[in-house]
């Protein structure tokens, strides 16, 4: 136990008791829930759930010509068939594990299956926890980036600076993320892909306008941590480098952003746990990020409450590290 | 060196109202002069001070800097101030750099010269003021007597032609105000152009060619030391003066 003040004192007896309860009460709850869950009849099957991190596809090698197999030969661990038609001849190849379902000598037919072996794959889940990674990943330094400007922007003297800032902050923080995400995917997404078309260029996938609207939300919000990161700094400090002849840029750069950026870590990193929260909402334009692909496996498994608290828990486990990274520098920064 | 003419400075407060900080303040201070000025809290003094290096903007008048026409526009303010060292009350040291780094930033990034040369001159300095040994700790770590006379040295390391001190001692402890002054004493000795802010009458007395005594924005009376401390003609000067001695 720590140390604790005066103020705070708690006699052991009470503390343990209260303690005592409070793991009572968390038993207590998971019993209940599972007995409820027995009442409506509902089997837990978390067996099927493995599967959605981790296959082992099985793949067929079907023959795409009629004709007889001439030979079947092992070289470097693969196995190569080859099919000989009437005029033309096949080699199909599969690695040393997988099974041959023909000998040499059978005939063959268009569409037959030749042979089979199995490949590992990632399953649904571990998918869309990469998709999740990925646009937080993006988003939280395009974030950033946008935050630093717009918060530098912000404290500007130059009005149309200041100005900018303070309408984007607005605009964004004003308005529904889920309404910002459609906008980008509805109106943005649509205007430039099809312009992109028209000059012959590739679309952009969903998943970019998707990082983009999450990009321009938490810059927001960053914007307004950057600037109280920047505000704080003491203004003493800001009139000695000037004095030294320093333009206010150096000054920016040498002495309010090393200063500014360690202050802002606590609230930067808890911005960024919102922001892998907030990235559950671009399943709805077609990103299969965890939660989507959570969506996905309840509709082929049809065990959603095995799905739903696993979603949670691997969303926890993503926001984990970053909330004791948090808690780790505000501990830091208490002591001198 | 220093010339101000009919300077004026109005603060407007939160509520609206008017604090005239400097009515009329008319100076001449010469090369080598160290001038001090004394005066009662909310006088002008300290901002008679940074309106010289342009940290407060004037509102009416003149401020010529070795000849610059510091209120003009059209000059380059960062160039003035390179030339003019600041100290200030609270030191202002740059906590998240060592002491080392506090005196090689403006040399490296304002007068860019390379890191050999800023450390040799940076460690020149701390040798001076008596605080070489401590180069590579951070301000935190120093009592405020050697926060301080850090801040002269990192002021020194530009060359300054003039250096402004704003109440250098006030946030010290009384045991701590020494070391402070001596170091001002030695460059007053080695004939800088100083303007100091102080309620060290000592200092004022030993080390001052000139005293400017402020009231209400105004200079009711200057002049040599003896002249301030033993005859003073005006009855306000007379007034501080049974105050504080």
């Not at chain 1, 009442?39 to 795409?64: M, Q, S, V």
Request: glycine fraction near 8%; charged fraction near 20%; aromatic fraction near 10%.
């Amino acid at each position: 136990m720590k140390t604790s003040s005066g103020l705070s004192r708690i006699n052991p007896f009470t503390y343990n008791l209260s303690m005592a309860g409070f793991i009572i009460g968390v038993i207590a709850f998971i019993t209940v829930f599972i007995v409820a869950t027995k009442a409506i009849d509902y089997t837990w099957r978390w067996y099927k759930l493995p599967g959605y991190f981790y296959t082992n596809k099985t793949h067929d090698i079907d023959a795409e010509i009629k004709g007889i197999v001439e030979s079947i030969t092992t070289k470097d661990k693969t196995i190569s068939i080859v099919v000989k038609g009437n005029s033309e001849s096949e080699t199909y190849t599969l690695p040393e594990s997988g099974s041959k379902r023909v000998s040499i000598g059978d005939n063959i037919y268009q569409g037959d299956t030749l042979a089979q072996y199995k490949k590992p794959q990632l399953g649904l889940l571990s998918q869309g926890i990469l998709i999740t990674l990925e646009v937080s990943i993006y988003s939280s330094l395009i974030g950033i980036l946008i935050g630093l400007i717009g918060g530098i922007a912000r404290i500007s003297k130059n009005p149309a600076f200041k100005w900018a800032a303070i309408v984007y902050v607005e605009l964004i923080r004003g308005s529904p993320l889920l309404v910002q995400i459609f906008i980008w995917y509805f109106v943005f997404a649509t205007i430039i892909n099809g312009m992109l078309m028209n000059m012959g260029f590739h679309e952009i996938s969903a998943l970019w306008y998707g990082v983009a609207a999450l990009s321009f939300f938490a810059g927001a919000y960053v914007t307004e941590i950057v600037r109280s990161g920047i505000e704080s700094i003491n203004i003493g400090q800001i009139e000695a480098s000037r004095s030294l002849g320093m333009t206010s840029a150096q000054c920016m750069y040498h002495i309010v952003l090393p200063q500014a950026i360690r202050r802002i870590l606590p609230p930067l990193a808890g911005q960024f746990i919102t922001l892998i929260k907030d990235s559950s909402l671009l399943g709805i334009i077609a990103v299969r990020e965890l939660t989507k692909a959570t969506r996905e496996g309840i509709t082929t498994s049809l065990q959603p409450y095995e799905f739903w608290f696993v979603c949670a828990i691997l969303y926890l486990l993503l926001t984990f590290p970053l909330s004791m990274f948090v808690q780790y520098i505000e501990r830091r920064m208490k002591t001198p | 060196m220093i010339k101000t003419e009919n300077l004026y400075k109005t603060f407007i407060t939160a509520n609206g109202d008017k604090v005239n900080a400097l009515v009329d303040v008319n100076t001449q201070i010469d090369k080598g002069e160290v001038v001090v000025v004394i005066g009662p809290s909310g006088s002008g003094k300290s901002t008679y001070l940074r309106c010289l290096n342009h940290l407060e903007v004037a509102t009416k008048g003149h401020i010529w800097i070795d000849g610059v026409d510091i209120l003009d526009l059209k000059i380059n303010i960062n160039k003035v101030r390179a030339e003019v060292g600041m100290v200030f009350q609270s030191f202002n040291l740059f906590p998240h750099k060592s002491v080392i780094d506090n005196v090689n930033l403006a040399q490296k990034v304002v007068r860019k010269k390379s890191k050999e040369e800023c450390e040799k001159k940076s460690m020149e300095l701390l040798e001076k003021v008596g605080i070489a040994e401590k180069a590579n700790v951070f301000p935190a770590q120093l009592s405020g007597g050697q926060q301080q006379r850090v801040a002269i040295a990192r002021a020194l390391a530009m060359h300054p032609k003039i250096m402004l001190f704003d109440e250098p001692t006030s946030a010290l402890d009384p045991e701590m105000i020494g070391e402070v002054l001596d170091v001002m004493k030695s460059l007053a000795k080695e004939g800088m152009t100083m303007v100091v802010v102080t309620h060290e009458m000592g200092f004022a007395k030993e080390v001052a060619n000139r005293v400017v005594f402020m009231d209400e924005g105004a200079i009711v009376e200057e002049g040599t030391p003896e002249h301030f401390f033993e005859n003073p003609t005006h009855d306000r000067t007379k007034l501080f003066l049974s105050q504080i001695l």
